[in-house]
């Protein structure tokens, strides 16, 4: 329809600005019937940890008003397979991949990015930080800027030679300072949201659904707080590239997070309900863009921020 809407990931080109979400389609087969997969930006893979893991126990998913918790536990099958199986399927298919990566130390994530090094297919890391369902939940790397910064310095080191995007969380005191540690450390972008630490009880048995007790939280319950948090971050780091996601289900949503500074957007909850949603909303953010006047999407990234009357005060 005439409009551009190719946009980068860090220095590379990707014709579509919607990705899939990490973790919310493995690596991408169960949505291959119902989308085009090389139509999407990429199609970003559940983080994938140096050995194979069967995850928390179940229940692992609860229903929540807009949205769900999940307390999967990284579950995949580690590096090896996800080298010899998942990621050479979806170089087969002709899809880009951003692998994403977690860990439950510094020297993980390092050796993850090395064993990724040249791998057929990916164009993109996600450095997955802030996975609320680690075993011990007080040491998510996110929520400590130091932390953040020394995973991300020692992924940039280990030089997997593509794009590096860190994953943060939104339970924190100060996103925008944890972004720029992330930047510091040789981020050259960010993804902007991982679910919220929730929790849900069952009023039968008085006991809490999930088995692990807390999960954490997606979809449309937390778009607002995703938001405010792609616009703090890029409010405050207005040259770093954001891949913005939480509770996307349509095209106005995702204009959204592009006015409010993302070049990207991943939609994850929403494929449950509907798999084929990624591509609609591609259309649909196209279509919006055309409507308002766009020639290109890089000409909407960030646009509600030029808006003269908004002051430093009422930005932050
Ligand atoms: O696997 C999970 O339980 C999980 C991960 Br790695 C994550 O990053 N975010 C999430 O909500 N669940």
């Known amino acids: 329809m005439g409009i551009d809407m190719a946009t980068r990931l860090?220095?590379?080109?990707?014709?579509?600005?919607?990705?899939?979400?990490?973790?919310?389609a493995a690596a991408g087969r169960e949505l291959d019937p119902f989308l085009d997969l090389t139509a999407l930006g990429a199609v970003v893979t559940k983080s994938v940890q140096l050995r194979a893991?069967?995850?928390?126990?179940?229940?692992?998913?609860?229903?929540?008003?807009?949205?769900?918790?999940?307390?999967?536990?990284?579950?995949?099958?580690?590096?090896?397979?996800?080298?010899?199986?998942?990621?050479?399927?979806?170089?087969?298919?002709?899809?880009?991949?951003?692998?994403?990566i977690a860990g439950g130390a510094v020297e993980e994530y390092a050796e993850l990015a090395?064993?990724?090094?040249?791998?057929?297919?990916?164009?993109a890391?996600?450095?997955?930080?802030?996975?609320?369902?680690?075993?011990?939940?007080?040491?998510?790397?996110?929520?400590?800027?130091?932390a953040a910064s020394a995973v991300l310095a020692a992924v940039r080191g280990a030089d997997p030679g593509v794009p590096i995007y860190a994953k943060l969380s939104p339970d924190v005191t100060d996103i925008a300072s944890v972004a720029r540690a992330c930047a510091d450390g040789g981020a050259d972008g960010i993804s902007a949201i991982n679910t919220l630490l929730g929790l849900v009880i069952d009023t039968e048995?008085?006991?809490p659904v999930l088995s692990a007790v807390t999960g954490?939280?997606?979809?449309?319950?937390?778009?607002?707080v995703a938001l405010r948090c792609v616009w703090q971050i890029h409010r405050a780091l207005p040259e770093t590239p954001i891949l913005g996601m939480g509770g996307i289900t349509n095209g106005a949503e995702a204009l959204q997070f592009v006015v409010a500074g993302a070049s990207a957007v991943s939609v994850g909850t929403a494929v449950f309900g509907d798999p084929s949603a990624p591509e609609r909303i591609g259309r649909e953010l196209a279509e919006l863009l055309v409507r308002k006047g766009f020639a290109r999407l890089s000409?909407?990234?960030?646009?509600?921020?030029?808006?003269?009357?908004?002051?430093?005060?009422?930005?932050?």
């Open 53 to 100: 893991r069967s995850g928390r126990p179940t229940p692992r998913m609860a229903e929540t008003p807009s949205g769900m918790l999940n307390s999967i536990g990284l579950q995949g099958p580690g590096i090896e397979a996800f080298l010899s199986d998942d990621l050479p399927w979806l170089a087969s298919r002709g899809a880009r991949a951003m692998v994403s």
């Open 10 to 24: 860090g220095g590379t080109q990707i014709p579509s600005p919607v990705l899939t979400a990490s973790g919310c």
């Open 205 to 207: 048995t008085l006991r």
């Open 125 to 146: 890391l996600e450095v997955n930080i802030s996975c609320p369902n680690v075993e011990s939940r007080g040491e998510v790397f996110a929520c400590d800027p130091a």
């Open 114 to 123: 090395t064993r990724l090094r040249g791998a057929r297919g990916m164009i």
């Open 216 to 224: 954490g939280l997606s979809g449309p319950a937390i778009r607002p």
């Open 299 to 316: 000409d909407a990234i960030g646009f509600a921020h030029r808006s003269a009357e908004l002051t430093d005060a009422a930005g932050t």
